[in-house]
């Protein structure tokens, strides 16, 4: 017969803590310990479960070692995954032991989704973004399915401005489906214009109906290809027939670069919309939190690439990426070696100015039994299964109306302060050293290149046999992760800086560290 609950969760949670909580753990599991997870994996169901207690010991013995602390590790520089704060993951317990459905507003029922829309406004503020204007507001799985809110949004409001021009009725695409909506509108296509786009850019048109083949970039040049070529973009957006989506990339993925350098660039942008009916759309999964710097001569061209988000129609964000993270070490924890007990991943969010664009495309009718509660409240609050993609969905606002409460704006802008910092100083040391290059190789002043590196580090090395094997060989000392990229059609390798335990003096020499074993172990092979 199993123990109390109770008595498995504390106990589960202290052992737990005690395989987690090691000063420096391993980044990756050995083979030998994924091996064991795999061969330990319940073959088949069976009729007879083996118990809660088992069960649980089954995955502290075999799971837990096969996993890897890409989140625990100051030294983990692949993906952005940051790492939880220990707020966020507290209230991420709750979440899960508490289990709302946060779809439908219930204010006397429940003060779940009053708490989503305050956390929502919350971030909006870190972000310097006025809560009166972004009133189409979710959480979503992250950035991926944000930018899938957009392009719907986008889809609808750019198909149903068109006719009016034309002074003719009005398409929408939620109601009569895209291609009804796009012959009543006289529209033959609808494009999606951009500069280097996430991957997710392309599935998000591809679900939305549009196509991969819907997004076209148009690089300032080869040098300089995350930049738009505001000649091409505004003969695109007046080609007849065509209605327009701009997705502009606010941070991208192998650089950290950012489409815009200007609040006067973007303002050129939005002209060109407006005049053409165009929406426009920010993906900024992680750039977006530049918005938190103080302006000053540090971060001046971060802060300015920044400028003019506001003036966009739709913004993605990822708040599993810097945002469940804060930095100044062992500040945010009781003891240096005290780990999160969970990584409250799956976090993203979308701002929209038009929340009626937003209800009109997700607006789940005729389901009496999720009826919202009837208010005569001006702002009222929308049930979040109206103007997003799930119509069930855990209480993803906790850890982040946490984490923003426990630590507020001071310290994430600290936090991100260091991780620029740490990621320039790596930059730095690559410009110097003669074996390896700073990506991208185009002419620029080395203090250019460095003022315009914000928590992403793209570089090669010179050696081209090097090169092919640099993320390998540099993975392999088990001391830094990094992720391998290709640009300009040659392999790169890729730091990003995003965990909340840096030490910019102490990773620094960690990095360079590595570099340099690496270099010593390929000259005497």
Known sequence: MDRPVDDVYSQTHTRLLSLLSKSTPCILPTEGDVARAVSSLTPCLQNDGIGTARAIEHLLEDIVPALNASSLSANYYGFVTGGATPAASIADQIVSIC??????????????TVIEDRTLKLLLELLNLDPAIWTGRTFTTGATASNVLGLACGRDQVVQTAPQKRGVPRANVASSGLVAACLEAGIRKIQILTTMPHSSLRKASSIVGLGRAAVEALPLSDEQPWKFDLRKLEEKLKAPGTASIVAISCGEVNTGRFATESLQEFKHIRALCDQNGAWIHVDGAFGLFGRMLDRNSEFEAISSSCDGI????????????????????????????????????DCGFFFCRWPNVASQVFQNSNAAYLAEATTADPDKILSPLNIGIENSR????????????????????????????????????????SDFELLPGFPEPSDGKIHHTFIIVLFRAKDDGLNRELVGMINSTGKIYVSG????????????????????????????NVLEEVVEKWRNA
């Not at 890729?494 to 020499?509: Q, Y």
């Open 99 to 112: 289990d709302q459905n946060v779809q439908v507003h219930l204010p006397k029922e429940t003060a779940a």
């Open 310 to 345: 506001e003036l966009a129609d739709s913004i993605t964000g990822d708040a599993h990426k810097i945002l469940n993270v804060v930095g100044s070490g062992n500040r945010f924890n009781d003891s240096p070696n005290t780990y999160a007990l969970y990584k409250p991943y």
């Open 394 to 433: 855990r209480f993803r606002a906790l850890p982040v109306y946490a984490t923003l409460t426990a630590y507020g704006r001071a310290l994430y802008q600290e936090m991100l302060e260091q991780q620029i910092r740490l990621a320039r100083a790596v930059a730095g040391c690559i410009l110097k050293h």
């Open 485 to 512: 990229t290709v640009w300009d059609g040659n392999p790169a390798s890729r730091i990003a800086v995003s965990n909340w335990r840096i030490d910019e003096r102490r990773d620094l020499a960690i990095v360079t």
